[in-house]
């Protein structure tokens, strides 16, 4: 896919060490978050959601923590790994609406 | 795993002539999402169809794009006249549900050029 490209954060970690991926949403009425994955030449891949009555949900290797004082999202990957290499948005959602709001983007590089 | 096929994969067209981007839903899912993904704005609705019925197409240039789902297992959009600006990967996404979030797919896009 056409990642946004020039202007993306860059986050570089060690394979092995954990991640933290931040995002600043724009909307205090948004209920609903998710965080995509996409890697070169493919489409936004669903990692994990979570709803406003909720500050924290864990999948696998992974942990999406939501703070609404803030406005703050953030997506932690634990004992990341070379597949791991992608760009990842965050998105939000308001009530009664169909549309995702995507952020800009970060790009995580894993260093083998 | 079933997938969301989108074809072409890439198109170079010059600009003025027509362009049509064809999706290929997961069958049984009833919704379908386009969007458009740019270095500038990122990704961006253009549309989006639920049962074949168009439900908010306010993302998209009127003057110039149009999109249809002919049947349950095609969508298209189409751009008449193409122009540079139009640049892009177009994505699109099926699912079932009244929100797209967990449980939406996206294709793999078709990555247009304007000349």
């Given at each position: 896919g056409?990642?946004?490209?020039l ?18 949403y ?10 995509y ?9 669903f990692i ?27 997506l932690?990957?634990a ?6 290499s ?26 083998p | ?15 003025g002539?027509?362009v ?18 740019t ?21 998209m ?30 994505f ?6 009244q ?17």
């Amino acid at each position: 896919g056409e990642n946004v490209g020039l202007h993306l954060p860059t986050l570089s970690v060690q394979e092995g060490d954990n991640s933290i991926i931040n995002c600043a949403y724009s909307n205090s009425a948004s209920d609903y978050f998710i965080w995509y994955k996409q890697e070169s030449g493919k489409g936004p891949q669903f990692i994990i959601d979570i709803r406003s009555n909720m500050d924290k949900r864990q999948g696998q290797r992974v942990t999406v923590l939501l703070n609404k004082t803030v406005k703050h999202l953030s997506l932690q990957i634990a004992a990341t790994q070379p597949g791991d290499s992608a760009v990842y948005f965050c998105a939000e959602n308001q009530p009664g609406a169909n549309n995702l709001f995507f952020g800009t983007g970060t790009r995580l590089t894993v260093i083998p | 795993d079933a997938r969301v096929t989108q074809t072409p994969r890439h198109k170079v067209t010059e600009m003025g002539q027509e362009v049509t981007m064809r999706c290929q839903p997961i069958l049984g899912h009833n919704t379908v999402f386009w969007y458009r993904q740019t270095m500038m704005q990122g990704l961006e609705l253009l549309a989006y169809f639920r049962n074949r019925a168009p439900l908010d197409d306010s993302g998209m240039p009127k003057d110039r794009f149009s999109a249809e789902m002919p049947d349950a297992t095609l969508a298209t959009l189409k751009i008449q006249p193409s122009e540079p600006r139009d640049s892009a990967v177009y994505f699109c996404a099926s699912g079932l549900g009244q929100r797209i979030g967990n449980g939406y797919t996206f294709g793999s896009g078709t990555r247009l050029t304007v000349v």
